[in-house]
């Protein structure tokens, strides 16, 4: 089982919340998992209802609870270190942490040069910055490579210090670049610590132990990316795990119906919307002006349902797992980030 899930998708996809939602899914039976943003955006945070995260590893959330036990009321117990209601406590801990490059680099100055305070000093300076962005390559072996340690990090007994770690990646169109450090430095150190701290990143991301998930929605250009991201995800030797449809939306007819519906077919809907009280059948009555707008409505619905069928059968031709979420009308609030988390357990391993 992969314990590095990395989580990317086209921008508006939701991946964070997917990334998210899966850190809790993997939650469970006492499992502690680390939920790693990468891009600053403290969107995580966002998600969570708690306050922006600093560089360090903090407790945010347990997984859901288990049957018979409330996972509001858990997550409220469980982080004052009190048992969930009906005396059941809930799956294992979510900690979160946001990657900070500068602090990384820092850190990095610090393991293998011992520079100390003559790292603060060079931050001061603006040194961190221009190194971070002169060579981007570096930037992204930092932010791998503090969530490739997590991973195979282990504590005075020699256990695995987390079970799993979710890292909410880069969209789509960067991801492969963003994994591929081993190439980005390439021509940056030849030699030396940063090339094999390089090499020591791409060996867990080229291994087993590591999944990119690809977040999508069932429409063109979502589905055309994850296609395209897939494709050199593969051509790089990197793992792809599977492909979460976020935000599906329930067909409102059924096949019959939504052939009527796409044909336009007039016969008997006004005799219906009469029966149903909405004034009479006759030609000209309220009923009869009904139907057009209802027609309407029905017609682009049952595009909208032909279109995703097609969309899906371009993504079930990828040959991966596919997993679904639902949209939630009124939004991701962190009760439906829990609702979404149970949906990725009964969908089974990811």
Same mark, same amino acid.
């Given at each position: 089982m992969s314990r590095l899930h990395v989580v990317s998708g086209k921008g508006g996809t939701g991946k964070t919340t997917v990334a998210a939602a899966l850190a809790l899914a993997l939650a469970t039976e006492g499992r502690r998992t680390l939920l790693v943003e990468v891009e600053g955006r403290q969107g995580i945070a966002q998600l969570f209802e708690t306050e922006a995260l600093p560089y360090e590893e903090r407790k945010i959330a347990v997984g859901p609870a288990s049957e018979g036990a409330s996972p509001w009321g858990s997550a409220r117990a469980e982080s004052a270190g009190e048992p969930s209601r009906g005396g059941r406590r809930a799956g294992g801990e979510v900690h979160a942490l946001a990657i900070d490059a500068e602090r990384a680099l820092l850190d990095y100055l610090q393991m293998f040069y011992k520079l100390g305070?003559?790292? #603060?000093?060079? +931050? +001061?300076?603006g040194a961190i910055d221009f190194a971070t962005t002169i060579a981007p390559g570096l930037r992204d072996v930092l932010l791998t490579g503090k969530a490739c340690e997590?991973? #195979?990090?282990?504590? +005075?007994?020699g256990k695995f210090v987390y079970d799993a770690v979710v890292m909410d990646a880069p969209p789509t169109g960067r991801i492969t670049r963003f994994l591929?450090?081993?190439?980005?430095?390439?021509?940056?150190? +030849?030699?030396?610590?940063?090339?094999?701290?390089?090499?020591?990143v791409m060996r867990v991301l080229k291994s087993p132990e590591t999944a990119v998930h690809l977040v999508t929605l069932l429409e063109e250009m979502p589905v055309q990316e994850t296609a395209d991201g897939v494709a050199e995800l593969r051509a790089a030797g990197i793992p792809v795990g599977g492909v979460v449809i976020n935000m599906t939306r329930p067909a409102l007819l059924d096949n019959g119906d939504l052939d009527i519906?796409?044909?336009?077919?007039?016969?008997?809907?006004?005799?219906?919307?009469?029966?149903?009280?909405?004034?009479?059948? #006759? #030609?000209?009555?309220?009923?009869?002006?009904?139907?057009?707008?209802?027609?309407?409505?029905?017609?682009?619905?049952?595009?909208?349902?032909e279109l995703e069928r097609a969309e899906y059968a371009e993504l079930s031709a990828l040959g991966l797992p596919t997993y679904e979420?639902?949209?939630l009308p009124e939004g991701v609030d962190l009760a439906g980030l829990y609702h979404l988390a149970r949906d990725l357990r009964k969908q089974g391993p990811i």
């Amino acid at each position: 089982m992969s314990r590095l899930h990395v989580v990317s998708g086209k921008g508006g996809t939701g991946k964070t919340t997917v990334a998210a939602a899966l850190a809790l899914a993997l939650a469970t039976e006492g499992r502690r998992t680390l939920l790693v943003e990468v891009e600053g955006r403290q969107g995580i945070a966002q998600l969570f209802e708690t306050e922006a995260l600093p560089y360090e590893e903090r407790k945010i959330a347990v997984g859901p609870a288990s049957e018979g036990a409330s996972p509001w009321g858990s997550a409220r117990a469980e982080s004052a270190g009190e048992p969930s209601r009906g005396g059941r406590r809930a799956g294992g801990e979510v900690h979160a942490l946001a990657i900070d490059a500068e602090r990384a680099l820092l850190d990095y100055l610090q393991m293998f040069y011992k520079l100390g305070s003559a790292g #603060r000093a060079l +931050k +001061k300076l603006g040194a961190i910055d221009f190194a971070t962005t002169i060579a981007p390559g570096l930037r992204d072996v930092l932010l791998t490579g503090k969530a490739c340690e997590a991973v #195979r990090r282990k504590d +005075k007994s020699g256990k695995f210090v987390y079970d799993a770690v979710v890292m909410d990646a880069p969209p789509t169109g960067r991801i492969t670049r963003f994994l591929n450090v081993n190439d980005e430095v390439a021509g940056l150190a +030849k030699i030396g610590p940063i090339h094999n701290q390089a090499q020591a990143v791409m060996r867990v991301l080229k291994s087993p132990e590591t999944a990119v998930h690809l977040v999508t929605l069932l429409e063109e250009m979502p589905v055309q990316e994850t296609a395209d991201g897939v494709a050199e995800l593969r051509a790089a030797g990197i793992p792809v795990g599977g492909v979460v449809i976020n935000m599906t939306r329930p067909a409102l007819l059924d096949n019959g119906d939504l052939d009527i519906a796409a044909r336009g077919a007039r016969t008997g809907v006004a005799k219906a919307l009469s029966e149903a009280g909405l004034g009479g059948a #006759r #030609r000209g009555g309220l009923a009869d002006r009904l139907i057009d707008p209802l027609l309407e409505q029905a017609r682009e619905h049952a595009e909208r349902v032909e279109l995703e069928r097609a969309e899906y059968a371009e993504l079930s031709a990828l040959g991966l797992p596919t997993y679904e979420l639902e949209l939630l009308p009124e939004g991701v609030d962190l009760a439906g980030l829990y609702h979404l988390a149970r949906d990725l357990r009964k969908q089974g391993p990811i």
